[in-house]
């Protein structure tokens, strides 16, 4: 296990493609409304305590560190051989392709072949100037819904990866789910939703939906989930309410939260840092944020230390947009394009954490 702090490179990294960094590096934020300095991360690039610096991608199969093919080939900044900061919006992204104790390299490799992109890392996949969208994992606990996927997978003309994932050559699609909360799935309700709103359900637990839509949920905290306060705020969203714990809504939609950290919620601070920004609170816990398209960088914290000096700091002063949440999240908002794929918000977090969580590529990293 890895438990290093990259903060030099980091920073450097940060400040060398234009963004800004909180806490001296240990996270970076992008918030340029100009879309030609959108950029995509990659990383940190591990999976169950296994970090993947090479692939076999150079001439004649040698292979080529992370580093290597970031920098050299595709202009990025790297960060420890674990993150990659490419240059350009015009690049897809495609990974982790792995889904528990299961890595899934040579199906990868095949895909990434066929639509003419270089594996990274062994488990991702880089497509310059296509437009991208992966469905999956379509996976929860410890069972996959390969047979549904293929049956989407085929009818949308996309490319099945090992039944877990399906990479689509096109943008404009949402996938929600799983709508699972603990040991209890909402089969029921999110079938009748994804029927109202003429989707494609896999499993009866996700759903593929044309257009942007946003997953707000599971509205929990420990043993506890805000269902009356999920209820109101989906009503008052016009949103479709799945059991009080969910909830889809059509646009572009960001959620902080929960605002805790370490068996402590900062509720007060949630309700009127919320207000103020014309935000929707669910149990004091959550602020959903309305009008545009936000990253969400946080917790800012690193295992026994929250830097709640430097995101507030840093949030509030250097960051463009920054909405500091009690000194522990900051919310970014991008750029107004609704057209775009989410792959182009970008926020980089948790250098510090060469493999902590590994998440939706372009959206936040821990």
């Known amino acids: 296990t890895v438990s290093t702090c990259y903060l030099e490179e980091a920073s450097r990294a940060c400040k060398k493609s234009g963004g800004t960094t909180i806490n001296n590096g240990m996270f970076c934020a992008f918030s340029s409304h100009d879309n030609r300095k959108i950029f995509v ?12 610096g090479s692939s076999g991608n150079g001439n004649g199969g040698e292979e080529r560190t992370m580093a290597e093919i970031c920098e050299q080939q595709f202009g990025g900044q790297s960060i420890a051989n674990k993150w990659c900061i490419l240059p350009s919006k015009e690049y897809s992204i495609i990974g982790p392709a792995a889904y528990g104790n299961e890595t899934y390299p040579r199906e990868l490799k095949h895909t ?28 929860w606990g410890e069972e996959c819904y390969g047979k549904e996927l293929k049956r989407v997978c085929d009818e949308m003309e996309g490319y099945d990866v090992a039944g877990v994932f399906c990479i689509l050559e096109e943008v404009g699609i949402s996938v929600i789910g799983p709508m699972c909360w603990g040991d209890a799935c909402y089969t029921e309700a999110t079938s009748d939703i994804c029927t109202k709103l003429h989707g494609k359900s896999i499993g009866d637990r996700f759903c593929v939906l044309k257009g942007t839509y946003s997953t707000i949920g599971p509205t929990c905290y420990g043993h506890t989930c805000y269902t009356g306060a999920t209820q109101s705020a989906c009503s008052h969203l016009g949103g479709n309410n799945i059991n009080d714990h969910f909830c889809i809504v059509k646009g572009n939609y960001a959620t902080v939260g929960p605002v805790c950290w370490s068996g402590t919620c900062y509720t007060g601070a949630t309700h009127l840092k919320c207000d103020e920004v014309g935000g929707i609170t669910v149990g004091n816990h959550f602020c ?52 775009s794929s989410s792959s182009s918000d970008v926020s980089l977090g948790g250098v510090a954490a060469a493999m902590v969580f590994s998440t939706a590529l372009g959206v936040a990293i821990y």
């Open 41 to 52: 991360v990659i990383g940190p690039t591990c999976w169950n305590g296994s970090c993947y």
């Open 112 to 139: 990434c072949d066929t639509l003419d992109g270089t594996v990274i890392a062994s488990l991702w996949c880089v497509v310059p100037k296509k437009e991208i969208t992966v469905i999956g994992p379509v996976c």
């Open 288 to 339: 959903v944020l309305k009008e545009g398209r936000y990253s969400v960088i946080g917790p800012t914290c690193w295992e026994d230390t929250c830097y709640t000096g430097a995101t507030r700091r840093d949030c509030s002063r250097k960051v463009k947009g920054g909405i500091n949440f009690a000194d522990k999240f900051c919310a970014v908002k991008m750029m107004d394009d609704s057209s």
